[in-house]
């Protein structure tokens, strides 16, 4: 239960910018409709229920007539269930590429305001491949809060519908101790109840690992991806180096994190559905076997048997929603954790830009001038200490000095770009400044 709430705790500060932002609206509409729709497969579900009682108490008493009219009042039920299926996959997909949408435009605002993006990649350790992050992280995240929260509300409303039918058709079991006896009132539902609370506890002990392997199996798939790109980005370097050989190499190495990490999520997925395929199965006869006594003994008809069925396997499986969506809540989890992740980089990043460090302002002449900038590595190690500077127009200048002295470092203090140091740098007032990087950039 721990974990649960924190795993609402977390999932609802990623939630809820959507629900109050400018698109509230739509979004709300929308997710009201699907809502309305998934109620009303649960409620056709409900009708079902009381078909399968009169249908097999039909075929019990060989009513033909009645025989038939259930068979026409099924294809009624059948065509609105198909229909409301149909358009709650429908609206729920135009939901989520609305809300992905939004939030890829945030992230994206994010990552790419004041240089968040460069400055990201200096110190943010915990935040590897942003652009997986937005890309296929914000898409699961949505896929998985609509189908996960959906899924829940329908599994707690259709255990409030079936529950009192369950408990009328269960009756009462009397259990003899002894001298004395114990009398269980709606004994079926207690049975349900304790079946699902073993099978998610279970589960639980079983699948727990699956958060963490999920986390980094979206990391190697990233980082593989990446390297691919890079690649592709410098054909024309690698060729010139003949650097395919060290190239496959590194593909090979990337690759196989993938590849361990995978075989990792197989094993544990293999204990896990040993479980819950055999937890599965065992739910469909279960109920015969528990209500099976009553109906030979003359208590029950064999519709009440029936109904008793699958009133059981409703509520079983509503109470089972955590067992049987256990793969889908590790997997998400794993994306909200590197969402929250990204979110903490990029405020810790914003919150860097606004301490104490380099200053630039334009100054009162028209040239360049430093004066007494320090500079450091992210880490804190001085790198360049007490630098004074001035260049006028028409000055050309040229600064060298060994590897690694700060030299690169000096011009993106310059460009504003360096955060990591302290001193005043003035430019030239109302002038527009070129720098041009190591390595060309052509948009």
């Known amino acids: ?8 705790r977390d999932a609802w500060t990623l939630i809820r910018p959507y629900w109050f932002s400018e698109d509230r609206w739509a979004g709300r509409g929308l997710l009201a409709a699907v809502i309305a729709l998934a109620l009303f497969t649960v409620f056709i579900n409900v009708l079902l229920s009381q078909w399968y009682n009169s249908f097999y108490n039909a075929i019990q008493d060989k009513d ?16 609105l269930y198909i229909i409301a299926a149909v358009y709650q996959i429908y609206l729920n997909q135009m939901l989520q590429i609305r809300w992905r949408r939004w939030l890829t435009e945030r992230y994206l605002g ?21 652009d997986q992050r937005i890309a296929d992280d914000l898409r699961l995240f949505v896929a998985g809060a609509l189908s996960l929260s959906i899924g829940g509300l329908r599994a707690f409303v259709t255990l409030v519908s079936f529950l009192g039918i369950l408990w ?7 259990i003899p101790l002894g001298i004395t006896q114990i009398t269980i009132p709606g004994y079926m539902v207690w049975a349900a109840l304790l079946y699902a609370i073993a099978g998610t506890w279970l589960t639980n002990r ?17 980082d593989f ?10 054909t024309e370097g690698v060729a010139l180096y003949r650097g395919g050989a060290d190239e496959m190499r590194n593909f090979r190495e990337r690759f196989s994190w993938v590849v361990r990490n995978w075989w990792d999520i197989m094993r544990r997925q293999k204990r896990l559905t040993w479980f819950t395929a055999g937890y599965g199965q065992a739910a469909v006869i279960f109920p015969f076997l528990v209500a099976a006594p009553r109906y030979f003994r003359g208590e029950i008809p064999l519709g009440a048997l029936m109904q008793t069925s699958q009133a059981f396997g409703q509520v079983q499986d509503s109470l089972s929603f955590i067992v049987n969506s256990y793969t889908d809540l590790a997997e998400w989890r794993a994306v909200i954790l590197r969402l929250l992740g990204f979110e903490r980089t990029l405020a810790r990043v914003r919150a860097e830009a606004t301490q104490e460090g380099v200053h630039r302002e334009a100054g009162p002449e028209a040239g360049l001038a430093l004066d007494r900038v320090h ?7 001085p790198l360049l200490d007490d630098v004074n500077l001035a260049i006028r127009p028409g000055d050309t200048a040229l ?3 060994p590897s690694g002295a700060g030299k690169s470092t000096l011009f993106r203090a310059i460009a504003g770009i360096w955060p990591f140091g302290r001193g005043l740098i003035r430019l030239p007032r109302g002038a527009g400044v070129l720098f041009l990087p190591q390595k060309p950039y052509l948009p």
Do not use: C, H, K
């Not at 239960?1 to 609402?8: C, D, G, K, S």
């Not at 009328?168 to 009397?174: D, E, K, N, R």
């Not at 991806?225 to 410098?234: D, G, M, P, S, W």
């Open 1 to 8: 239960m721990t974990r649960l709430r924190a795993l609402l």
């Open 64 to 79: 033909f007539p009645a025989f038939w009219n259930l068979l026409i009042r099924f294809s009624w039920l059948a065509l």
């Open 110 to 130: 994010a990552w790419l305001a004041d240089g968040a993006y460069y400055r990201m990649q200096l110190t943010a350790g915990e935040t590897d491949n942003p």
């Open 168 to 174: 009328g058709l269960s009756g009462a079991a009397t």
């Open 206 to 222: 079983m699948g727990r690992a699956l958060v963490r392997l999920n986390f980094n199996q979206q990391r190697y798939e990233a």
């Open 225 to 234: 991806r990446f390297n691919l790109v890079r690649f592709r980005e410098n």
């Open 375 to 381: 500079l450091q590595l992210p880490g804190g190690r």
């Open 399 to 401: 600064i060298s000095g």
